[in-house]
């Protein structure tokens, strides 16, 4: 018996070992953090307890903008994305010709390297001396002057990044769609079909309510993910974020940690602990609404 | 009246070819913009340099195509390093992973010891702790140790993955129990029960996690910019970000193109190869990152 | 409503390279009368599914036509057609509520024929009445037995007064038990509606106990069709005499001389009219008379009693399968000590088939 608890434990070593030092101390850790004033990582010393920190970030413009930006970025992708998802998978799922290639196209960007393909749509959107780029090419199609999408007005960067995030995340809605899709029985189809059910009356009345548990999955962890995006803005407007107005808040708390303006983990943590205090309350809320809605 | 149901027969008939024509154009247009970046480029990449600069209006083909930027997007930035770099992390960081998680999971789903099962709730609320409250002192641990610059400090803080060991204990779990006992009639280690019948058994759980695994590595961006200052242990991520701020200078786009599609080529390799499994995978998994 | 099948023939394409293209329906030509209830019989893939759904409108046939009364509903979408169809799983919508199912067909009525919310209600009450599910309206499919989602099923394919119900395997989900209380209550629910019903069973059982009239099918074609009593009475071909009955039917190599039918050298029956054939002979195990001096004579195997009846089991080299059941009454004695039995036959429950096409061949009994 004691050699058998023995091995259990020996075979869960190296994983309480690792989530030990990476997930666990860091988590207490960084509250701690969050309520020590001044702290010097040079130095490990710091001068007092409070919440400073909180009251610091709360004030700084940087993050504020962050905010700000953060919650434009998710209000604006989180439900656009799951509808264009939506859409697209609906359509995948009712053709029946060259269904696998749109699939496969559509996945690509999953797999793709965020940093990279945002240096793309950097040059597709950019207007500089030597090309207006592509986009303001076709715009002007349409009789609107050029704009500088990565360089220019606080609306046009952020559109771009809306677009490139919704880019980003639509493979992985459209693939978990599609497959919530497949799943409702033809059957019920045919049971519609009998009755004469409208196409508009089969998609409200059953499909959507069929796949409602995976669209509510996919909406909390949309919300998540928005809440977290970072890497997206880098790819498109370089690492110093806060110049191009553009930071998020994990970018002001890499930007806090390191960097330039680096060097006070105190703020980044306490930048932390508001997010996650945000996405949980975000999560809580979603998870009632969905109580609410989704069937089963 | 029967002729009345024909007529609206007829248009039924009709408005379905409307509606699936126009799920097609639908389903078209954003197949070109997912395609669009991926063929720009490839095109840019392969553009002359004083071509591309003196294209006001830039052109959606070239009669002109050339390798140079290529050769100047190894030679004037180590973008070989990078990818070597990238290589050896991600290797390094899906093998230890296994090597972690599966035991783990094979403890939780077959062997029976007191805490276990305190100890997987413990791991499963560790599930719902967001990566970004944890890398703040990890950050500093990494940099305490003396680890920045290291492989050591990039590899260890991404080896384990409460996700993924939760994902292959459910699988292992679904093995029947008869099999174990079975093999412990005839005398079988548990080591050897779990390398010759659990793990082939979920092989393709072990074949997804290792995908998913790789994916992120290659893609990781937001660590090892924090622990790597130096160039010679940036991975690709970072160091497209080093090409595009200090690199070629800002203008020599065609080169910057080449290195980006010499970063994005090998996951596509690997994505178009196991298309399926991936794609499958991806949705069994359930996450992103 | 009666239901015309013209010349039906249902073609599914080939999807491989090398497959054959499949005939799930060949030349299906029959007449459903009014109000009757007739079970579509046969093996998995003899193509009754295939009919219901021609006939429900899901499949378009390849060639033919398809009459409701002397309405040509052939190129008419399923509801146009006015069908109500219970599907094999019910297909009942897991996320609404059993008055939910039910009035849903209801919400697809357009124009003139639009009901409002409580005349859905009510409506749907009356037909929960009639199948005795009023007390369950509020409940989810899941938490009801498979007896009561499939009288759900059939509420919801009732509730537009369809013309013609259809059922697909209506019973093969429920246990033994259910499945013979809700055979019964088809049958009744069908008489107060007098609605056409048409049902795909490969049960015998179920298809001989509660129809108005049986088609048997195999390999897409029909077979026979005819009440229940005849078709047991008088199959059509070997096929037909296999299929009905239990225990089933027993079969022997069988040759006809001079009017006399020989099963080995035993001349067990006289079969006045057939010509001097191979013949394959068919005999239903009550078909079998205990007999001291009777001319067919089997090696003894056993005898089960089953309360009202024995049955005899005995071989004989010429049964096509390894034994032959007979049932007899339980007043008579078999004598378990005799190595051999010995029967005579009753000249209506053996039938004789061609050896070549497996038709049946008609014999005088005098």
Not at chain 3, 256 to 264: D, M, R, S, T
Request: net charge neutral; aromatic share 12%; glycine share 6%.
């Amino acid at each position: 018996m004691e050699n058998r608890n023995l091995k259990g434990w020996l075979y869960l070593l190296p994983a309480i070992l690792f989530l030990g030092v990476f997930m666990v101390y860091p988590l207490i850790d960084v509250f701690v953090y969050s309520f020590e004033e001044g702290y010097n990582s040079a130095s490990q010393t710091f001068f007092g307890t409070g919440l400073y920190n909180y009251s610091y970030i709360l004030h700084d413009p940087y993050f504020l903008q962050a905010l700000k930006n953060t919650f434009i970025l998710v209000i604006v992708t989180v439900p656009l994305s799951t509808l264009i998802a939506l859409g697209i998978s609906y359509g995948l799922s009712s053709i029946k010709a060259l269904r696998e290639l749109y699939q496969t196209i559509f996945f690509l960007p999953y797999v793709t390297n965020t940093l990279a393909v945002g240096l793309v749509f950097m040059i597709l959107f950019q207007k500089n001396a030597y090309t207006d780029g592509l986009v303001n090419l076709i715009l002007g199609l349409f009789g609107m002057s050029p704009i500088d999408f990565i360089d220019g007005p606080y609306w046009a960067k952020m559109f771009v990044l809306c677009f490139y995030t919704v880019w980003v995340v639509l493979p992985f809605k459209i693939l978990i769609l599609t497959s919530a899709l497949a799943s409702v029985s033809e059957e019920y189809y045919n049971a519609a079909k009998i009755d004469g059910t409208r196409p508009f009356r089969i998609f409200r009345k059953i499909t959507l309510p069929m796949i409602s548990p995976m669209l509510f999955y996919l909406i909390i962890t949309g919300f998540i993910g928005a809440f977290k995006a970072y890497s997206d803005a880098v790819a498109l407007f370089g690492t110093n974020l806060n110049a191009a107005e553009m930071n998020t808040i994990v970018g002001y708390v890499y930007d806090m940690l390191y960097g330039n303006s680096g060097g006070y983990p105190s703020y980044a943590s306490a930048a932390a602990i508001v997010l996650f205090a945000i996405v949980l309350t975000i999560t809580c809320i979603n998870l009632l609404v969905s109580k609410k809605y989704v069937h089963y | 009246m029967n002729r009345d149901i024909i007529r609206s027969e007829r248009a039924a008939k009709a408005r379905s070819t409307v509606r699936s024509t126009v799920t097609y154009i639908i389903l078209t247009v954003w197949a070109i913009i997912v395609l669009f970046p991926f063929y720009w480029m490839i095109l840019t990449s392969v553009k002359e340099y004083a071509s591309y600069n003196s294209e006001y209006i830039p052109k959606f083909f070239t009669l002109s195509p050339t390798l140079e930027n290529y050769s100047s997007a190894f030679t004037a930035v180590p973008l070989a390093k990078y990818f070597l770099n990238t290589v050896i992390f991600t290797v390094a960081t899906t093998a230890l992973m296994l090597i972690v998680i599966i035991p783990a999971a094979f403890a939780f789903s077959r062997l029976n010891f007191r805490g276990r099962d305190a100890v997987f709730t413990l791991f499963l609320s560790l599930m719902m702790i967001p990566y970004e409250l944890v890398v703040i002192t990890n950050y500093t641990t990494i940099t305490n140790l003396d680890l920045r610059n290291t492989f050591t400090g990039l590899i260890l803080p991404s080896v384990t993955s409460v996700f993924y060991i939760y994902l292959l204990k459910e699988n292992f779990a679904q093995i029947p129990d008869e099999l174990y006992y079975a093999a412990k009639v005839d005398g079988t280690k548990d080591l050897k029960y779990l390398f010759k019948v659990m793990l082939p058994i979920c092989r393709p759980t072990v074949i997804t996690i290792t995908v998913l695994k790789v994916i992120e590595c290659w893609n990781s961006y937001v660590w090892p910019r924090l622990v790597t200052d130096d160039p010679n242990y940036y991975l690709v991520s970072n160091g497209i970000q080093e090409i595009r701020e200090n690199g070629f200078g800002r203008e020599n786009i065609p080169a910057m193109m080449a290195a980006v599609v010499v970063i994005s080529a090998p996951l596509i390799i690997l994505f178009l190869i196991f298309r399926k499994k991936i794609m499958e995978g991806v949705a069994r998994g359930g996450t992103k990152g | 409503m009666k239901v015309v099948l013209q010349h039906i023939t249902k073609i599914f394409p080939a999807k491989g390279r090398n497959a054959k293209d499949t005939v799930a329906a060949n030349d299906l030509d029959f007449e459903i009368p009014d109000g009757e209830l007739i079970a579509l019989l046969g093996p998995s893939g003899c193509g009754k599914s295939t009919a219901l759904n021609l006939i429900s409108g899901l499949l378009k046939p390849t060639e033919g036509r398809i009459f409701f009364g002397d309405d040509d509903v052939t190129d008419l979408p399923p509801e146009n057609r006015g069908v109500g169809l219970v599907f094999q799983n019910y297909a009942l919508y897991p996320h609404l509520s059993v008055m939910d199912n039910i009035i849903f067909p209801l919400g697809n009525l357009r124009g003139k024929e639009k009901m409002s919310k409580p005349e859905m209600r009510a409506k749907a009450h009356e037909i929960a009445k009639l199948v005795q599910i009023d007390e369950l309206m509020e409940r989810k499919p899941a938490e009801l037995s498979g007896g009561q989602q499939q009288r759900v099923a059939i509420a919801r394919a009732l509730v537009k007064m369809p013309r013609v119900l259809l059922l697909d395997e209506p019973l093969s989900n429920l246990d033994a038990r259910l499945r013979l209380q809700t055979r019964e209550e088809i049958k009744r629910i069908q008489r107060e509606t007098g609605i056409t019903t048409v049902f795909v069973t490969h049960d015998q059982d179920e298809a001989m106990s509660i129809s108005d009239r049986i088609i048997v099918m195999k390999t897409g074609i029909v077979q026979q069709i005819g009440k229940p009593q005849e078709v047991y009475d008088s199959p059509a071909n070997l096929f037909v005499a296999n299929f009905l009955g239990t225990p089933p039917i027993n079969v022997f190599s069988a040759r006809v001389a001079g009017e006399k039918l020989y099963i080995g050298s035993d001349a067990v029956l006289n079969v006045k009219g057939a010509a001097d054939q191979e013949v394959t002979a068919t005999v239903r195990p009550e078909g079998f008379i205990l007999d001291e001096n009777g001319p067919f004579v089997c090696k003894l195997g056993g005898v089960e009693v089953m309360g009202r009846d024995i049955s005899v089991v005995s071989t004989n080299e010429n049964s096509v399968n390894p034994t032959i059941r007979s049932i007899i009454s339980a007043e008579s004695r078999v004598d378990t000590s005799s190595p051999t039995v010995r029967f005579s036959l009753k000249p209506n429950k053996v039938f004789l088939f061609s050896k070549q096409t497996e038709e049946r061949i008609n014999f005088g009994t005098v």
